[in-house]
């Protein structure tokens, strides 16, 4: 398809059109002229032959009279025909019923020649015989009176001579009209090859200039050569490029202006928050001594504190991803050994049913996989439906774990924002009982672990069977990017 | 779109060199071309005007010292000679046939002529007549004496027959 397409782009592209029309122009322009000059250079070259030998036969006739028999024998008419035969041609006489012929060569007279000699006039006709051209001439001879008009005497001569000299000029000035034709068609499709290179190189350069931007690099610019409608192009698309590259020079400004805030403001939180959840725990200790309603309020304020806490930070947390000062602290890890250490600490190693084959080594950072893992299990536990499954594989070059749970299973709209930040699935609860980040925070996470083009992957899905799977891939080896993003 | 105009352009450049091709090369048969009028010349001798299958037929003696018109009708009614008449030549003129050849001019070189004949002259044939009248005028013509397409009045024992020209041409 790809291949169709750009052979089609091949034959229907910029230079074949403009090929084609420089040779049609050329070809046409050089046909219409060569052919009017030649049937130009032709109708003189036959007129002259033919009025030379008209009046060649005038002269040689001149010659034949006085008359002074008249009716004349057969042997009068042969040494006439005789006498008015050359080397070009030769004469057939014709008096009545009789005819006398200088050579044997039949001579095509047509009906419609005679009839025009018969009238009285000297006649002359071009035929083809044997695929030879023939000029064929004829006249009556007439008598003249003392008053000036004439009688015809009977007697017609024709003369035929070949036009075969005639005919080689004319083939050869046919053979240079083709030569010429020839030589303008080099010449317009050279001269189509070059103004096509004209035309094409800044269409090139802007179409590589145009990938270039579409691929993401803004600093692309146009060298504007020339006055023309494509320099015109070329200066608006710079226009264009460098208007795009302020927005976004202004955007990017203004996300991290807003992601270093949120940021600080998490940093100047935190002191602030040790020293209430130091208080709080105080509270939180002292709450079953409290009476009543004081009790309650005081466990409230400790928990509260206490998802603050975890919020501020998740918040620290990825705004290190947004940075790009988040480090792998890489170590050469058992994996079934850390999963099933982060499940224990958390006190669900009862509750999982997990699959874990021993003897999974990989180089991994062992916090952030903890930190991923427990993620998944705990919003399996919150979002889905017991039993929750982890389970381990692994390939030459992956690690896959894959949590699943029974419940009702992602919705499809879902699906694509699950791993959005402070993305809410059910809008009627207003307030979820994690920080809203933890699947984006795993999402980074596994993104952080690259080794050559492989890249970490965190995906979300429904099982065969109904409930949610997210599988979690990570390259076997990971080298440590350096907070690449 | 594009691809449909430069058919069309390829078809017109197609056409345009195909007629140009069909008018052909080379040299092409021609229709018949006429040009002045036929050659003509002197002729030596005294015409007469013979019979060949109903059609006057011109023919040419020798000159003799006395050539007037009077005597080429004679020697017109002394018939075809014996080369002419193995060509199928024939008269009409009966051997009996005498006349005399009078001009009436009106200015120089253009004339009446008037045919005296012994006999009737309704006895002659239309063709005999046109012999005569042609002989007659041909004769005075070379002479000077009368234009070659002057009227001539054959007048017999019977009175004139109209003037007429002669139809040879």
């Known amino acids: 398809m790809t291949l169709w397409r750009s052979l089609a782009a091949q034959v229907l592209g910029l230079r074949v059109r403009l090929l084609l029309a420089f040779a049609l122009l050329g070809v046409t322009t050089t046909a219409v002229v060569a052919s009017g000059s030649y049937f130009q250079a032709r109708t003189v070259i036959l007129q002259q032959a033919q009025d030379a030998a008209v009046m060649a036969l005038t002269d040689q006739l001149a010659k034949v009279y006085p008359i002074s028999q008249l009716p004349p024998t057969q042997e009068e008419l042969n040494v006439l025909a005789q006498r008015l035969s050359d080397r070009e041609g030769f004469a057939v006489v014709i008096y009545r019923g009789m005819r006398a012929q200088g050579s044997p060569t039949p001579a095509p007279l047509t009906p419609e020649l005679r009839q025009e000699v018969g009238d009285g006039r000297i006649a002359w006709q071009r035929v083809s015989q044997d695929g030879q051209p023939w000029l064929l001439i004829g006249t009556q001879l007439q008598l003249d009176s003392p008053d000036g008009t004439s009688r015809p005497s009977g007697l017609e001569v024709y003369s035929m001579r070949d036009l075969v000299p005639e005919q080689q000029s004319i083939d050869q000035l046919a053979t240079r009209a083709w030569l010429t034709g020839g030589l303008s068609l080099l010449l317009a499709v050279l001269l189509a090859l070059l103004s096509a290179r004209g035309v094409l190189r800044p269409v090139r350069d802007l179409g590589r200039a145009a990938r270039r931007l579409g691929e993401g690099d803004l600093t692309t610019r146009l060298t504007v050569r020339g006055v023309d409608e494509l320099a015109d192009v070329a200066r608006t698309f710079n226009d264009t490029a460098g208007t795009l590259e302020r927005q976004v020079g202004e955007l990017r400004r203004m996300e991290s202006d807003a992601r270093r805030f949120v940021a600080d403001v998490s940093h100047e939180l935190r002191t602030p928050l040790a020293a209430m959840t130091a208080v709080t725990d105080v509270l939180d200790e002292e709450a079953d001594h409290l009476p009543g309603d004081a009790g309650q309020a005081a466990r409230l304020v400790s928990q509260e504190a206490q ?150 992957t965190l995906v979300a899905a429904n099982g065969p069977d109904g409930g949610a799977v997210f599988t979690l891939r990570l390259p076997r080896v990971t080298t440590d990017a350096g907070g690449a993003r | 779109m594009t691809g449909r105009r430069t058919g069309r352009a390829l078809l017109a450049g197609g056409l345009l060199l195909g007629t140009l091709l069909a008018s052909g090369c080379g040299v092409r048969p021609s229709p018949v071309i006429t040009g002045r009028s036929a050659v003509s010349g002197p002729a030596q001798g005294v015409r007469l005007y013979l019979v060949a299958q109903g059609e006057l037929v011109l023919v040419l003696r020798r000159p003799t010292v006395d050539d007037t018109p009077s005597e080429a009708l004679a020697r017109l009614a002394a018939g075809p000679q014996q080369d002419e008449r193995s060509q199928g030549l024939t008269s009409e003129v009966p051997t009996g046939f005498t006349a005399v050849v009078e001009v009436t001019p009106t200015t120089v070189g253009s004339g009446d002529l008037t045919v005296r004949m012994t006999g009737t002259a309704r006895a002659l044939s239309p063709t005999a007549i046109d012999q005569v009248i042609c002989t007659a005028v041909d004769a005075a013509a070379q002479a000077g004496r009368v234009g070659s397409l002057a009227p001539v009045t054959i007048v017999g024992s019977d009175g004139a027959q109209p003037a007429r020209r002669c139809p040879a041409r």
């Not at chain 1, 049913?353 to 427990?374: K, Q």
């Not at chain 1, 998944?376 to 949590?403: K, Q, Y």
Request: charged share 25%; glycine share 8%.
């Open chain 1, 307 to 456: 998802n603050l806490t975890q919020l501020v930070n998740d918040l620290i947390e990825i705004s290190r991803f947004d940075s790009g000062t988040a480090r792998l602290a890489l170590d050469d890890v058992d994996v079934a050994a850390a999963v099933t250490a982060t499940l224990r600490i958390r006190g669900w190693a009862d509750r999982v049913r997990a699959d874990l084959p021993p003897a999974v080594v990989a180089r991994l950072d062992p916090r952030r996989l903890d930190v991923i893992v427990a993620n998944l299990v705990g919003n399996a536990f919150r979002h889905g439906a017991e039993p929750v499954s982890v389970r381990l594989s692994a390939d030459p070059d992956w690690v896959t774990i894959e949590v699943a749970d029974q419940g009702p299973g992602l919705d499809p709209e879902v699906r694509g924002h699950v791993f959005d930040r402070f993305y809410k699935a059910d809008t009627a609860r207003t307030r979820s009982e994690g920080s809203g980040l933890g699947l984006a925070i795993s999402w980074e996470n596994a993104r952080l672990h690259r080794h050559g083009g492989l890249r970490g």
